[in-house]
Nanobody, 115 residues
Framework: QLVESGGGLVQVGGSLRLSCAASERTFNSYLMGWFRQAPGKEREIVAHISWSGGTTFYADSVKGRFTISRDNAKNTVYLQMNSLKPEDTGVYYC??????????WGQGTQVTVSS
């Protein structure tokens, strides 16, 4: 089970930090990622991080503004979001990938960036 928190309403240029708490230590061995879905759009990958934290990936739209990290001692993955823009608005989902597919999903947390 994955549980996201940290979403909310923020002004343009502001920051938020999302957290994703995993219920089991097995998630520590998974690739973990953050996705988002804006109204009327498909879900898209935002960032992902390897089990060790040594390898990360970012969508072009968030490079230089967002940082994904993980603390396996706390079974938690984070997404630090800075310099937020209105187009960052959406529901953000945490996901876990034990093998070839994203098999585990959280319920999502709403992020709204107001101008």
């Amino acid at each position: 089970q994955l549980v996201e928190s940290g979403g909310g309403l923020v002004q343009v240029g502001g920051s938020l930090r999302l957290s994703c708490a995993a219920s089991e230590r097995t998630f520590n061995s998974y690739l973990m990622g953050w996705f988002r879905q804006a109204p009327g759009k498909e879900r898209e990958i935002v960032a992902h991080i390897s089990w060790s934290g040594g390898t990360t990936f970012y969508a072009d739209s968030v490079k230089g503004r967002f940082t994904i990290s993980r603390d396996n001692a706390k079974n938690t993955v984070y997404l630090q979001m800075n310099s937020l823009k209105p187009e960052d608005t959406g529901v953000y989902y945490c996901a876990g990938r034990p093998a070839a597919t994203w098999a585990y999903w959280g319920q999502g947390t709403q992020v709204t960036v107001s101008s």
